[in-house]
């Protein structure tokens, strides 16, 4: 049984910083590459993050990137989401998800590409 668990988020305030954990079971968890997603009220889902299988490859979203790192333990089937600086625009719900691929260093940032997800986790940036 594949399943994918957001841990992490919170109440934070403004240029405070979180780092959400997606942990991982059920499956081979170095054949899949994993992206971040969010989706606050009334949006339209959006990518944030991707990290390839092997984790050699990396993309953010331009409102995230210079402020977020996506990293992977392969070991821990762990992948996270270090994010600094936070702006109240950054509150949404927060999405692990994955997709099987045997190239190595494929990341995309598409959501469809993505099969298995997870519940979410809720980050609120507010003062």
């Known amino acids: 049984q594949l399943q994918l668990v957001e841990s992490g988020g919170g109440l934070v305030q403004p240029v405070g910083s979180l780092r959400l954990s997606c942990a991982a079971s059920?499956?081979?968890?170095?054949?899949?590459?994993i992206g971040w997603s969010r989706q606050a009220p009334g949006t339209a889902r959006e990518c944030v993050s991707c990290?390839?299988?092997?984790?050699?490859?990396?993309n953010y979203v331009y409102s995230v990137k210079g402020r977020s790192t996506i990293s992977r333990d392969n070991a821990k089937n762990t992948v996270y989401l270090q994010m600094n600086s936070l702006k109240p625009e950054d509150t949404a719900v927060y999405y692990c998800?994955?997709?099987?691929?045997?190239?190595?260093?494929?990341?995309?940032?598409?959501?469809?590409?993505?099969?298995?997800w997870g519940q979410g986790t809720q980050v609120t940036v507010s003062s």
């Open positions: 998800a994955a997709f099987k691929t045997g190239v190595q260093y494929m990341c995309v940032m598409t959501l469809t590409f993505f099969d298995y």
């Open positions: 059920g499956f081979i968890f170095g054949h899949y590459a």
């Open positions: 990290i390839s299988s092997s984790g050699s490859k990396t």
